[in-house]
């Protein structure tokens, strides 16, 4: 972390060196999308703080963990497909969940349904693609969680 933070404060010295108005300009757009994004991350941690604040530790690895079998896998691929958490998020609450006991083969489930799942959304895809398309992306993409789910496990060795 700290070698990315050296380069990337070399870097910014070297654009500053080289064109200081558009490095200005850059960093002002960068912040203001920082601003946009800010309140969504910042839901999203609150409400995994108190989920896992309420649920026990215990618990998540029980039903999440390494020994969860399947119900683990169903677990997260209902949730992935249910939750509507933008990308940047996903990945610091999956820290967060491996840190509480959720297994890899759970979490890359959960990851891969949050990213391609999308039963929020399904009504804005059937508006596009139409109903056929918008239900077989969606049950192709929870299957194909599931496949990556059982090939993670055989990395891993453990379910």
Same mark, same amino acid.
């Given at each position: 972390?700290?070698?990315?933070? *050296?380069? +990337?404060?070399?870097? /910014?010295?070297?654009?500053?060196?080289?064109? %200081?108005?558009?490095?200005? =300009?850059? @960093?002002?757009?960068?912040? %203001?999308?920082?601003?946009?994004?800010? #309140?969504?991350? /910042?839901?999203?941690?609150?409400? &995994?703080?108190?989920?896992?604040?309420?649920? #026990?530790?215990?618990?998540?690895?029980? !039903?999440?963990?390494?020994?969860?079998?399947?119900?683990?896998?169903?677990?997260?691929? &209902?949730?992935?497909?249910?939750? @509507?958490?933008?990308?940047?998020?996903? $990945?610091?609450?999956?820290?967060? @969940?491996? =840190?509480?006991? &959720?297994? $890899? #083969? &759970?979490?890359?489930?959960?990851?891969?349904?949050?990213?391609?799942?999308?039963?929020? +959304?399904? #009504?804005?895809?059937?508006? $596009?693609?139409? !109903?056929?398309?918008?239900?077989? %992306?969606?049950?192709?993409?929870?299957?194909?969680?599931? *496949?990556?789910?059982?090939?993670?496990? @055989?990395?891993?060795?453990?379910?």
């Amino acid at each position: 972390m700290k070698i990315l933070f *050296i380069a +990337t404060i070399i870097i /910014l010295l070297i654009s500053l060196i080289f064109d %200081r108005q558009k490095t200005w =300009k850059a @960093l002002k757009i960068g912040f %203001r999308m920082f601003m946009n994004l800010l #309140p969504a991350f /910042l839901a999203v941690l609150i409400g &995994v703080a108190l989920v896992l604040t309420l649920l #026990p530790k215990e618990t998540l690895e029980k !039903w999440m963990g390494s020994g969860s079998g399947p119900l683990g896998f169903i677990i997260a691929a &209902v949730l992935g497909s249910i939750a @509507l958490i933008p990308g940047f998020v996903a $990945y610091p609450l999956s820290a967060v @969940l491996l =840190k509480n006991g &959720v297994s $890899y #083969p &759970v979490l890359s489930v959960f990851i891969t349904t949050l990213m391609m799942v999308g039963i929020v +959304t399904l #009504p804005i895809e059937k508006k $596009y693609f139409g !109903w056929k398309i918008a239900i077989s %992306r969606n049950v192709l993409s929870f299957i194909g969680a599931i *496949i990556i789910g059982t090939l993670m496990t @055989l990395l891993w060795g453990v379910l």
